[in-house]
């Protein structure tokens, strides 16, 4: 476990990510290819940016990526192909989602990397986790272009059924993804949807 966990690492480092997240993109990228040339990115809880940084170069120079954390940021991430701009601020507030739909009124792929502050208790992290992920679905309703893609990560438990069977409304496709570069000791999964097209069953 701790080599796989330090094969990861290493490897960012060696290619320029400052975490070891992004292959938690980038496998499911290479697997079903969501992010395409010319994408627009939403990229939330991307401190401290490789999700940014591999979308921006996925899409290349006629992209965008908007990243969206809590903590600041720098405003345009080096190695990156798109520019990525930064909104430093809390995804609850309208305030933060006027910022977002000033850079961009629509996107292409709605990313969320977001996890709560843990506390101990799996219950408590799992509401929590969940609160954000109905969020980050909730922009991808407000902002998504038809045909267009959620990756989204979510502590699982007892509530995660719910959220999946949320999800499975407002897209054609749905799946559930555990990377290989997650720790296996992890409770996260990825929930994945391609093409939208918003919740045609109600509610």
Do not use: N
Not at 51 to 79: C, F, H, I, N, P
Not at 101 to 113: K, Y
Not at 153 to 162: I, M, W
């Amino acid at each position: 476990m701790k080599e796989v966990q330090d094969y990861y690492f290493k490897k960012a480092q060696r290619e320029g990510y400052p975490a070891r997240s992004v292959y938690k993109l980038e496998e499911v990228q290479q697997k079903y290819g969501f992010l395409k040339r010319g994408h627009r990115v939403l990229d939330l809880g991307g401190y401290p940016g490789s999700w940014s940084m591999y979308s921006a170069k996925t899409v290349g120079d006629k992209g965008l990526v908007v990243t969206v954390d809590l903590q600041a940021g720098q405003r345009r991430l080096e190695s990156s192909r798109a520019p990525i701009e930064f909104v430093r601020g809390d995804i609850m507030r309208e305030e933060t989602l006027a910022a977002i739909e000033r850079l961009s009124p629509q996107f292409q792929v709605v990313l969320s990397d977001m996890a709560p502050q843990t506390t101990g208790s799996k219950w408590a992290d799992h509401q929590k986790s969940l609160v954000l992920c109905r969020q980050a679905l909730a922009l991808a309703r407000r902002l998504l272009t038809p045909g267009g893609a959620f990756y989204c990560k979510v502590f699982d438990g007892e509530d995660f059924k719910e959220f999946f069977e949320q999800t499975k409304r407002e897209f054609r496709q749905t799946k559930i993804v555990k990377p290989k570069s997650s720790r296996p000791e992890s409770r996260e999964v990825f929930v994945l949807g391609l093409e939208f097209v918003g919740d045609t069953q109600g509610g």
